[in-house]
């Protein structure tokens, strides 16, 4: 059977996109996960009020309420400030540093965060294929492909991010996997 497919394809990423996207799923992440603690702190701070005495229940839940106000606010405040010294330059980075290309029989995807990852996989090696959105990524138009490989553990399922027309892609390394599997 005859390969209709050049040696070597490099995929497109979406790189506009998917540092838009990564950076906002950063952001939220933080904000949720400080908010969080800091409204727990905010309403643990309460505690020595109540011990004091409150005057009506109504005193009572404002002071709770700006108290657990103060901590959110706060600890959003911290999460701005970890958000750009640890993660804003991260999503450039990774969204500028991903590659995925189909090397003959092999497909490569290279990604970047704080470790460089270069892996070149078998297409005999890889599973299946999927197009995979969260509600984020719907919200900014994109999708991941995803791909099972047989090596099993947390390294068996990678994922991909950002790739465009992600659907045809999906397709086409299906196709190409079946026609280069055995070389």
């Known amino acids: 059977m005859s390969d209709s497919y050049p040696e070597h394809i490099a995929i497109e990423i979406d790189r506009g996109r998917l540092r838009t996207y990564l950076r906002t799923k950063y952001l939220l992440s933080w904000m949720l996960c400080l908010g969080f603690c800091g409204g727990m702190l905010g309403f643990a701070s309460t505690g020595q009020a109540f011990d004091r005495g409150i005057e009506s229940w109504q005193a009572g839940v404002v002071l709770v309420a700006k108290c657990i106000a103060i901590g959110i606010g706060a600890s959003s405040l911290i999460a701005l400030f970890l958000y750009f010294l640890l993660s804003h330059r991260s999503a450039s980075r990774y969204a500028a540093s ?86």
Do not use: W
């Open 98 to 183: 991903i590659e995925l290309t189909v090397e003959g029989p092999f497909l490569r995807i290279r990604q970047h965060t704080f470790i460089l990852s270069d892996r070149k996989l078998h297409f005999r090696s890889i599973v299946d294929y999927a197009a995979t959105q969260d509600f984020l990524m719907r919200r900014f138009g994109l999708h991941a492909l995803q791909m099972t490989t047989t090596a099993g553990g947390p390294t068996s399922r990678i994922n991909v991010p950002g790739v465009k027309d992600c659907l045809r892609v999906r397709d086409l390394l299906a196709d190409i996997d079946r026609q280069r599997e055995h070389q």
